[in-house]
């Protein structure tokens, strides 16, 4: 910004230098006041120029180099409202002296969301200058900017801010909010308390829908260095942030990762290779189900400055190589604060670079079949003004999102805020399912492995629950079936099949020691009507068997299977023997010995459920396996 306008006042000096030192003034006195204030523009003393500008417009006051200089130096002091001032003052003594301040009041007039005088300054400086091709792209942007905002400005998107509350929200700079799933706990980056400048990562928790009074994260998440932009998993359980110039950086910025035990975060560990490089890695986003980070850097192979990228663990729980998200989301400029939704479909970032209202802008962008990211859609004014907006955050059902900023009214500097979704921005409605598992015998809380299948489309879900509180959560398509499965090492497996609602949902999961002689009914092995062909999405829940198997290899089991009382006695036999010789076969072709195994068809001769009803027909139609120590 700076150079510009100094190339304007170098231009005017020399000029004048070359003219016998004549500015546009005839008064010698008045000149010798303004070189005098020139000088101490640029040694930034800008008080005493002011005051030799101010004398020499008390000499001449149509002496137009005073009222650029001044508008200069309001740049500087921040006052842009004064600046177009003087710009205007100085066009108003002669618009044909220097077509330079039409540029530098247009860009002003866009940094302050002025848009339509902007755009008249923006064609003016157009029609009077001869550009190169370079230039006329530029001012081609900066009117198409313009136009931009004038339309989005007749079109507003619903937008009404509130306020988070004091509980949060401070006299300095609460910003960078980061959302559980379950919307309970909230992470927020916040200036130091102290210092004003040092940034520590801090931590609500929701209690009877009222959020309790932030608190530090404390030693081992902050340091006495700073701690910030961070992201917290889905679950709560994991926590990526940004920190700089420490030890172990790679570069000057790095991702460190912390986990959660129990009540207390893990010491953070550089996130390494491939993630971290010798360049600047920052802001980064976890997936919900983990799985996948995004991140900020200004690495090489980018589009332009700072660049969104992607990394994901592989089957050896390592991280790929990051791959840069694409000219969808990247330009030239920079693209920032991503947020993936726990749809894994819809991403917010932020770009300097896309068309917008000025500064940077919040942006969408969602992924299709393909894995192809659409081309990045502005939010909307007055989400988005000429201001910097940042750091987006979308609850799990997509009602709400939740940003920071220095909007009037405010508890101090930054602050942070919520707000109902419009309709047009809403990511794909997710739900979630949380939950504690526990020893049945005791009641004592378990940390034990749990899968959600998708039996509509094989995608699937894993997590672990609390090694203290038993806790878990995932999030989930709505109306979808679910297969359910829970495994710990010396209990017998967990399965039930979930037909999601379009609500959260939370589960009590009881784990039953092994014993001789437990039966254990699978919930999600399926056969055709009459058939003993295992259906595809039987597979799932037969993998898990077989894991079961092979994490237990002390045990034998028996392979049971029942029917309900349809037909003869014998078909039913046949029929349920040659389902359970189905299962059979799958586990000895996944490498379980076969002397681990037997197998026996009950027909009909053991109903757990009355064969009057389909509901108790359905529990008849069933496979189990016995316990055999």
């Given at each position: 910004?700076?150079?510009?306008?100094?190339?304007?006042?170098?231009?005017?000096?020399?000029?004048?230098?070359s003219?016998?030192?004549?500015?546009?003034?005839?008064?010698?006195?008045?000149?010798?006041?303004?070189?005098?204030?020139?000088?101490?523009?640029?040694?930034?003393?800008?008080?005493?120029?002011?005051?030799?500008?101010?004398?020499?417009?008390?000499?001449?006051?149509?002496?137009?180099?005073?009222?650029?200089?001044?508008?200069?130096?309001?740049?500087?002091?921040?006052?842009?409202?004064?600046?177009?001032?003087?710009?205007?003052?100085a066009?108003?003594?002669?618009?044909?002296?220097?077509?330079?301040?039409f540029?530098?009041?247009?860009?002003?007039?866009?940094?302050?969301?002025k848009y339509?005088?902007?755009?008249?300054?923006?064609?003016?400086?157009?029609?009077?200058?001869?550009?190169?091709?370079?230039q006329?792209?530029?001012?081609?942007?900066?009117?198409?900017?313009?136009?931009?905002?004038?339309?989005?400005?007749n079109?507003?998107?619903?937008?009404?801010?509130?306020?988070?509350?004091?509980?949060?929200?401070?006299?300095?700079?609460?910003?960078?909010?980061?959302?559980?799933?379950?919307?309970?706990?909230?992470?927020?980056?916040?200036?130091?308390?102290?210092?004003?400048?040092?940034e520590?990562?801090?931590?609500?928790?929701?209690?009877?829908?009222?959020?309790?009074?932030?608190?530090?994260?404390?030693?081992?998440?902050?340091t006495e260095?700073?701690?910030?932009?961070?992201?917290?998993?889905?679950?709560?359980?994991?926590?990526?942030?940004?920190?700089?110039?420490?030890?172990?950086?790679?570069?000057?910025?790095?991702?460190?990762?912390?986990?959660?035990?129990?009540?207390?975060?893990?010491?953070?560990?550089?996130?390494?290779?491939?993630?971290n490089?010798?360049?600047?890695?920052?802001?980064?986003?976890?997936?919900?189900?983990?799985?996948?980070?995004y991140?900020?850097?200004?690495?090489?192979?980018?589009?332009?400055?700072?660049?969104?990228?992607?990394?994901?663990?592989?089957?050896?729980?390592e991280?790929?190589?990051?791959?840069?998200?694409?000219?969808?989301?990247?330009?030239?400029?920079?693209?920032?604060?991503?947020?993936?939704?726990?749809?894994?479909?819809?991403?917010?970032?932020?770009?300097?670079?896309?068309?917008?209202?000025?500064?940077s802008?919040?942006?969408?962008?969602?992924?299709?079949?393909?894995?192809?990211?659409?081309?990045?859609?502005?939010?909307?004014?007055?989400?988005?003004?000429?201001f910097?907006?940042?750091?987006?955050?979308?609850?799990?059902?997509g009602?709400?999102?939740?940003?920071?900023?220095?909007?009037?009214?405010?508890?101090?500097?930054?602050?942070?805020?919520?707000?109902?979704?419009?309709?047009?921005?809403k990511?794909?409605?997710?739900?979630?399912?949380?939950?504690?598992v526990?020893?049945?015998?005791?009641?004592?809380?378990?940390?034990?492995?749990?899968?959600?299948?998708?039996?509509?489309?094989?995608?699937?879900?894993?997590?672990?629950s609390?090694?203290?509180?038993?806790?878990?959560?995932?999030?989930?398509?709505?109306?979808?079936?679910?297969?359910?499965?829970?495994?710990?090492?010396?209990?017998?497996?967990?399965?039930?099949?979930?037909?999601?609602?379009?609500?959260?949902?939370?589960?009590?999961?009881?784990?039953?020691?092994?014993?001789?002689?437990?039966?254990?009914?699978?919930?999600?092995?399926?056969f055709?009507t009459?058939?003993?062909?295992?259906?595809?999405?039987?597979?799932?829940?037969?993998?898990?068997?077989?894991?079961?198997?092979?994490?237990?290899p002390?045990?034998?089991?028996?392979?049971?299977?029942?029917?309900?009382?349809?037909?003869?006695?014998?078909?039913?036999?046949?029929?349920?023997?040659?389902?359970a010789?189905?299962?059979?076969?799958?586990?000895?072709?996944?490498?379980?010995?076969?002397?681990?195994?037997?197998?026996?068809?009950?027909?009909?001769?053991?109903?757990?459920?009355?064969?009057?009803?389909?509901?108790?027909?359905?529990?008849?139609?069933?496979?189990?396996?016995?316990?055999?120590?």
């Amino acid at each position: 910004m700076r150079t510009l306008i100094f190339l304007i006042i170098t231009i005017f000096v020399f000029q004048s230098i070359s003219a016998q030192n004549k500015y546009y003034t005839k008064s010698k006195k008045a000149a010798k006041h303004f070189e005098k204030a020139l000088q101490n523009y640029n040694l930034q003393y800008f008080q005493i120029a002011e005051n030799e500008l101010d004398e020499a417009l008390k000499i001449d006051a149509d002496f137009l180099d005073v009222y650029i200089l001044k508008a200069q130096i309001e740049i500087e002091k921040g006052n842009k409202e004064k600046a177009i001032e003087n710009f205007e003052k100085a066009l108003k003594i002669d618009e044909t002296y220097q077509s330079l301040i039409f540029l530098k009041k247009a860009e002003i007039e866009l940094e302050t969301g002025k848009y339509i005088q902007a755009k008249s300054d923006f064609v003016k400086y157009k029609s009077i200058k001869k550009l190169s091709e370079n230039q006329e792209n530029y001012l081609k942007k900066k009117i198409m900017q313009c136009e931009f905002a004038i339309s989005a400005i007749n079109n507003p998107v619903n937008f009404k801010p509130i306020n988070i509350g004091s509980e949060i929200n401070s006299e300095l700079s609460e910003y960078w909010p980061s959302l559980t799933a379950d919307n309970q706990i909230i992470t927020f980056t916040v200036s130091n308390r102290k210092t004003n400048s040092q940034e520590d990562l801090f931590v609500s928790e929701k209690v009877k829908n009222k959020w309790e009074k932030a608190k530090n994260l404390e030693y081992p998440i902050n340091t006495e260095k700073s701690e910030g932009a961070q992201s917290i998993s889905a679950d709560g359980k994991t926590m990526v942030f940004t920190a700089c110039l420490r030890d172990d950086t790679y570069g000057s910025c790095d991702i460190y990762i912390s986990k959660k035990d129990g009540n207390n975060w893990t010491k953070p560990e550089n996130i390494g290779s491939p993630i971290n490089s010798k360049y600047k890695e920052t802001q980064p986003c976890l997936s919900a189900d983990g799985k996948t980070i995004y991140f900020v850097s200004n690495r090489q192979g980018g589009k332009g400055k700072f660049d969104i990228w992607q990394s994901s663990l592989n089957q050896n729980n390592e991280w790929t190589t990051p791959i840069n998200l694409g000219d969808s989301i990247n330009t030239e400029e920079d693209e920032l604060a991503p947020f993936i939704h726990y749809d894994d479909k819809t991403l917010y970032f932020s770009s300097k670079g896309h068309l917008g209202m000025g500064g940077s802008d919040i942006f969408i962008s969602r992924k299709g079949n393909n894995n192809l990211w659409s081309k990045a859609v502005n939010f909307g004014y007055p989400a988005n003004t000429y201001f910097n907006e940042e750091s987006l955050v979308v609850t799990t059902d997509g009602q709400y999102g939740f940003f920071s900023s220095d909007i009037e009214g405010g508890f101090g500097q930054k602050d942070i805020y919520y707000f109902e979704m419009p309709n047009i921005n809403k990511p794909e409605k997710f739900i979630y399912a949380k939950g504690i598992v526990y020893d049945i015998t005791d009641n004592k809380r378990i940390n034990a492995e749990i899968d959600f299948s998708n039996l509509d489309d094989s995608t699937q879900i894993n997590t672990y629950s609390d090694e203290i509180t038993g806790e878990f959560l995932v999030c989930l398509s709505p109306n979808n079936n679910y297969a359910v499965n829970v495994f710990k090492n010396g209990y017998l497996p967990y399965s039930e099949q979930i037909e999601m609602p379009d609500t959260n949902l939370f589960l009590n999961i009881p784990l039953n020691p092994i014993k001789n002689n437990d039966v254990f009914v699978l919930k999600n092995i399926f056969f055709k009507t009459d058939s003993f062909n295992l259906e595809k999405k039987s597979f799932i829940e037969l993998k898990k068997l077989s894991e079961f198997l092979k994490i237990n290899p002390n045990i034998k089991i028996e392979i049971q299977g029942h029917t309900d009382n349809k037909g003869t006695k014998k078909y039913n036999y046949i029929l349920s023997e040659k389902r359970a010789l189905s299962v059979y076969k799958y586990l000895i072709n996944s490498t379980i010995n076969k002397n681990r195994l037997l197998y026996k068809g009950f027909g009909y001769d053991m109903p757990i459920a009355p064969n009057t009803t389909d509901e108790g027909r359905s529990k008849n139609r069933r496979t189990a396996f016995k316990i055999i120590l």
